[in-house]
């Protein structure tokens, strides 16, 4: 009997993502952005140069290859084109101009993401990463800082309001907390916290000594350095003390950690607390199943290139680890933009 050949749809732009035809594209759009950003395209459109010969003679770049460039970014709404000048769309302008306060081009000015994820094939095969992300030994580490945690900053500013949001709703925040933020970053989750709650809370920001430096000036540029005081070194070397905070705030770290280093951090936060006193942890989290969100599983992926044990991990992980030191009343809030929140209670 003949078998009939079944031939699946890939190239249908109606099916669910992604269309496999596409995936090429996807990965070009990437480097194109990149390039763009390297050869300060946007920076020399800002500074008025918006013809191709000029834009190639301030980038030391070709005309041929500038205007195929620039044709790319025009195709990926970076940039715009009226006959034969470019300009700067509203994001590109905001984000991508070197020198602005909102700048978020350091990270692709550098080949980290494009060399990391070049190893994939060897770490899947190996299980083991390429290279540990931990320690500051290196001066390439602290570019890395300098350059991925302003980026954090910008993207998690909305997600970090919202999140103080919830908390509110919550009952959690009121006048006068002391909050620890464990890993702070650029403390952007803190600093919502502290804004909401007003000048009477105090928050200790802990992180390496390198990011510190990086949270204080964005806590000076947010106006509440005043109520910050700071607690440098590697969490996982730390007790926070006895009963001495109302808050506990870990966000967008835990996915560095598996469950045993997770449970250890979650113990020494729960003697920190003061009874009463709530944990807010905030990651890019799978569902249950571990089907999607796409964000968080391609994420996850990526923690495998550079941590033994890290994963994205689920709420239901994160409220058994929890429930597992003590932890009770734990509640499990959507903060959009795959972001997921979960607080739970010191009784």
């Known amino acids: 009997m003949k078998k009939e050949m079944i031939e699946p749809d890939l190239i249908s732009t109606e099916n669910e993502f992604p269309p496999i035809e596409k995936m090429g594209l996807f990965i070009a759009a990437s480097r194109a952005l990149c390039v763009g950003v390297q050869l300060a395209v946007f920076t020399h459109i800002a500074d008025g140069k918006r013809t191709v010969t000029e834009i190639a003679r301030a980038a030391e770049a070709s005309d041929r290859g500038v205007r195929m460039l620039l044709d790319a970014l025009v195709g990926l709404q970076y940039l715009t084109k009226s006959g034969e000048e470019y300009g700067l769309t509203p994001i590109s302008s905001e984000f991508l101009v070197r020198d602005k306060v909102n700048y978020m081009g350091l990270l692709l000015e550098e080949e980290w993401m494009w060399e990391s994820w070049s190893h994939l094939l060897e770490v899947v095969r190996t299980g083991k990463p390429v290279r540990q992300a931990d320690g500051v030994q290196t001066g390439i580490a602290q570019k890395f800082f300098r350059a991925y945690i302003p980026l954090l900053h910008f993207v998690n500013r909305e997600p970090a309001r919202r999140a103080a949001q919830v908390l509110l709703n919550q009952g959690v925040l009121q006048p006068?907390?002391?909050?620890?933020?464990?890993?702070?970053?650029?403390?952007?989750?803190?600093?919502?916290?502290?804004?909401?709650?007003?000048?009477?809370?105090?928050?200790?920001?802990?992180?390496?000594?390198?990011?510190?430096?990086?949270a204080r000036e964005f806590l000076k540029q947010d106006g509440v350095e005043n109520q910050y005081d700071f607690l440098p070194g590697d969490q996982r070397e730390m007790q926070f003390g006895q009963n001495v905070y109302d808050l506990a705030i870990i966000a967008r770290y835990i996915h560095d950690l598996g469950e045993r280093e997770a449970q250890d951090l979650f113990r020494r936060i729960w003697v920190a607390l003061k009874f009463g006193g709530r944990i807010a942890v905030t990651d890019w989290m799978p569902n249950h199943d571990r089907t999607g969100p796409m964000t968080p599983l391609i994420f996850a992926l990526g923690t495998l290139l550079h941590k033994e044990e890290g994963n994205a991990h689920t709420a239901a992980d994160y409220s058994r680890w929890l429930h597992s030191v003590g932890f009770t009343g734990i509640e499990v809030s959507d903060l959009g933009s795959d972001l997921t929140l979960v607080v739970a209670v010191k009784q």
């Open 176 to 214: 006068g907390l002391r909050v620890i933020d464990v890993a702070c970053g650029s403390a952007v989750w803190s600093i919502a916290v502290a804004q909401a709650t007003g000048r009477d809370t105090s928050v200790t920001a802990m992180d390496l000594p390198p990011v510190l430096e990086i």
